[in-house]
């Protein structure tokens, strides 16, 4: 069955639709199309007749999300230079056209509409928020163009306009469960910025909870972008709970740690389980904030491999000795490796050709081999559990025993049924 028509036939239960419904109105209006609004879908303008074909580049230069994306900007122009130093895509040199999506849901859709239609790439990579992928999903899909999208997300979702290169629910947030499981933690508190992700990753870890004997013993929320947590800290101090699992994005989080630290809970007393800080955060956040907390994601600047080494060289070379690698950009960067070896094995930049070629194409990525799975274009990825030193680098404490299959619907977990989407 095509891809599509599997999408076309899924429905979320009511709990999951309720968690989303609700984030969307928080969020943006722009969660997806209205009810009943249609947009006709144009041809392709994508010209492949010259030298040269363009990409685009969507992530947020500014505003809340700035402190996290700037860096994903830089490591998609890092792997298209590589690339263009190896002789290109199809022997044709790959041009960036840079938009800024301001951490705006709209903007991020204004944006796409505009590099597909009138500046006609190719494909377009980036995004961060789930709020800024939904507002973008119909856009890609009415217009029959590609996203790449970089980060880890809250799953039960696939398009065939969208390839995801960050984390699924299963290779990311389930990972982190079981390891704070399996250290004996009884007892959660949830913490999250409100919106689309948070709310539905903290419908499944509720779920997860459930099934698992694990108590959640508050769950808290904050407009994205928000800077007041003195209450919110006050709340989960007074709740004594065994760990912390932290679903905030953005510089919310520079303000979360910080009164943590001013409240005298340690990583130790308390610890926190991140799924959206890295080591581009940690900086802003202050090391002495955040040293020993926890985060769960596929990559670390840390991973011991050859070409872990050599894509940290090649970004410092590039943007300065002080810059840190993180999972996102080195998920974006992937992405365009990933791109470049599926337009060669399809030997077409053509939407269709891509789609049709997408499975089973890999790449040596810095995190370890991953490759697509063509039937929900998500990727195989290994996961890991990292702790925070005081050298403000993360360091892999867990690690699957290899590359986990994308799950994205959760298809393979009993207890998320009345979560997972059916047919």
């Known amino acids: 069955m095509p891809l599509r028509t599997k999408l076309e036939a899924r ?24 009810a ?9 303008c994508v010209d492949t007749s010259g030298d040269t074909v363009k990409v685009g580049s969507l992530n947020s230069l500014s505003g809340t999300m700035a402190i996290s994306e ?3 900007r830089d490591s998609i122009a890092l792997a298209v230079k590589e690339i263009n130093a190896a002789g290109g895509v199809q022997g044709k040199t790959i041009e960036i056209v840079a938009e ?15 590099l597909i239609r009138e500046d006609c790439v190719a494909a377009v990579f980036g995004g961060w928020t789930s709020a800024s992928r939904k507002a973008m999903l119909p856009v890609f899909e009415d217009n029959d163009s590609l996203l790449y999208y970089p980060v880890q997300y809250e799953g039960l979702e696939a398009s065939e306009n969208i390839f995801y290169t960050g984390a699924t629910t299963n290779q990311q947030i389930i990972p982190a469960l079981d390891y704070l499981a399996e250290t004996g933690v009884e007892s959660i508190y949830l913490v999250g910025s409100d919106y689309v992700f948070p709310r539905t990753a903290n419908a499944i870890i509720n779920a997860y909870a459930e099934a698992h004997g694990i108590e959640v013993l508050g ?33 919310s989080n520079v303000a979360f740690f910080r009164e943590y630290a001013n409240v005298g809970l340690t990583a130790e007393e308390m610890p926190v389980m991140s799924v959206s800080i890295a080591e581009e955060e940690v900086g802003g956040i202050g090391v002495e904030n955040i040293e020993g907390q926890l985060a769960a994601w596929n990559y670390y600047q840390t991973v011991d491999s050859p070409a872990n080494g050599s894509f940290v060289e090649a970004f410092k070379a590039e943007y300065g000795a002080d810059r840190v690698t993180s999972d996102p950009m080195e998920a974006a960067y992937t992405s365009v490796y990933l791109w470049a070896a599926t337009v060669e094995k399809a030997g077409s930049f053509a939407v269709a050709d891509v789609q049709e070629a997408a499975d089973g194409v890999s790449f040596d990525a810095p995190e370890g081999t991953v490759v697509i799975d063509g039937d929900n274009h998500h990727v195989s990825k290994t ?5 925070i030193n005081a050298d403000g680098l993360l360091y892999t404490v ?3 025993e290899g590359p986990i299959e994308p799950d994205p619907f959760l298809e393979g977990y009993d207890w998320a049924a009345d979560l997972a989407v059916t047919e």
């Open 11 to 34: 429905s979320l239960t009511k709990s999951l639709a309720a968690a989303a419904a609700a984030a969307c109105l928080v969020a943006t209006a722009a969660c997806g199309s209205k």
């Open 36 to 44: 009943g609004e249609e947009t006709a879908a144009v041809e392709s």
């Open 70 to 72: 700037t860096t994903v």
């Open 100 to 114: 800024d999506g301001a951490s705006e849901p709209t903007v991020f859709a204004e944006k796409a509409e505009k």
């Open 219 to 251: 769950e808290d929320y904050v407009t994205l972008g928000s800077t007041e947590f003195s209450t919110i800290v006050t709340q989960v101090k007074s709740a004594g709970a065994d760990a912390v699992f932290n679903t905030l994005n953005g510089d």
């Open 383 to 387: 996961a890991r559990i990292g702790e």
């Open 398 to 400: 867990w690690e699957s």
